[in-house]
């Protein structure tokens, strides 16, 4: 079992060129709930503004207060092979577009090794080094998110390293890693690649951004063993989500928009990628991550406890936001508006009141630029859709969102 789990990965591994592997902690998590809750940004708010896949510990909830709970003490079970691991692990969800407008949601698929994994789930790694070295786990409260959903640009999107996009021809690809959406049929699916800072200020386990206590190496890369900045010197594991998007149903050109523009949207309302993000909060019970990372496990982990796919499956916990996220909808869940550039509409009309018929570079095909709710209004360098509905006004509400009021 683990000569044949090893040898896929390595396969992997290979493929996508990284330098002096010595041991990577490998697993699955199938699907928890998915639903709009966003604990970390939106603490306390039910419903919040876009949708979520959630995998991990039982602890998940609105709040997630870690002043109040110790979620690796407290959890009951995990969706996740380690048992011992009941953190949660969270990114948004993939929706395509109709060309009459209506979404749907894409389905996920396991990740290979991991048939069986409910609602295809997500593919966690945890990376101890790849120069020898030693890391610091995780401690109980930590929590961090990297990537920005309000984000459209490839220069903003710059400031976050190594969130890409792999087009599947076959389910090993590993290369061909792009920061936009592919503008292709994938054979296999899309899947999305989430990789975490690896360095720590060594004091905060979590700040209001829910990010400015993590940074990348200073220079080169976590693989490259790049050093850790002096503001934050503590060696961190490298926490890397793959999630695969089963996109094979819609591989038919003809139901793509007619100027041939890839069409699908994420939940928080981004046709470019450039938005992706990822959230975790840490719940590891005792010092299991930390005895696995000083143990450089490698996929199989003897010192972990761990449970097999099918019972992982039977963790789950019920939603809580009532309302529809499957089948043909007429807006995404929660009524994001998509902003940002969108794909045209072709000869086929104008759904979102823009006037690009087929030039995919503002809103034409998609919402229009007069965001109900929650959007980026502006700031932060977002040169998108910047108007707020007649008679409303923009506030900032955190560093993702803005509100038009």
Not at 257 to 269: A, I, K
Request: glycine share 12%; hydrophobic share 30%; with cysteine.
């Amino acid at each position: 079992m683990k000569v044949q789990q090893r040898s896929l990965l390595a396969a992997a591994l290979a493929l996508a060129g990284a330098p002096s592997v010595d041991a990577v902690l490998r697993f699955s998590c199938s699907e928890l709930v998915t639903e709009r809750l966003d604990p970390l940004v939106f603490p306390g708010s039910n419903p919040s503004p876009h949708l979520h896949q959630i995998v991990g510990g039982n602890m998940f909830n609105v709040t997630m207060d870690s002043k109040q709970h110790n979620i690796g003490e407290e959890a009951t079970c995990t969706t996740c092979t380690f048992s011992e691991d009941f953190s949660n692990y969270w990114t948004a969800v993939l929706y395509f577009r109709a060309r009459n407008g209506s979404y749907i949601r894409v389905p996920q698929r396991p990740n290979v090794d991991f048939d069986g994994a409910r609602g295809g789930g997500m593919t966690v790694y945890y990376t101890p080094s790849y120069q020898g070295g030693k890391v610091t786990a995780f401690q109980p409260g930590f929590r961090m998110i990297v990537g920005n959903p309000g984000y459209r640009t490839a220069q903003e999107a710059a400031k976050f390293r190594q969130l890409t996009f792999t087009c599947l021809e076959t389910m090993y690809t590993r290369d061909g890693e792009t920061t936009s959406m592919p503008t292709k049929p994938c054979r296999e699916g899309i899947m999305a690649n989430v990789r975490f800072p690896t360095c720590w200020d060594g004091k905060n386990l979590d700040t209001p951004s829910h990010s400015d206590h993590v940074a990348y190496p200073s220079s080169g890369t976590f693989e490259s063993g790049g050093p850790c900045p002096s503001s934050h010197p503590v060696k961190i594991p490298q926490l890397f989500y793959e999630v695969i998007w089963d996109t094979r149903q819609f591989n038919d050109r003809s139901l793509w928009p007619e100027d041939g523009s890839q069409p699908f949207v994420w939940s928080y309302g981004d046709y470019t990628g450039y938005g992706t993000h990822g959230d975790y909060v840490f719940g590891w019970k005792g010092d299991s991550l930390q005895r696995a990372m000083d143990a450089n496990c490698d996929v199989y982990c003897p010192t972990l406890k761990s449970q097999s796919i099918s019972q992982a499956n039977q963790c789950k916990v019920n939603r809580v936001v009532n309302e529809e996220i499957d089948g043909w909808l007429a807006s995404l869940p929660g009524g994001v508006e998509v902003v940002g550039p969108q794909p045209g509409t072709g000869s086929g009309g104008n759904n979102g009141g823009g006037n690009n018929n087929g030039g995919g570079n503002n809103n034409g095909g998609g919402g229009s630029c007069q965001v109900a709710k929650w959007a980026q209004c502006g700031g932060q360098g977002y040169t998108g859709c910047t108007t707020c509905a007649a008679g409303s006004t923009c506030r900032a509400q955190n560093q993702y969102y803005s509100q038009c009021l």
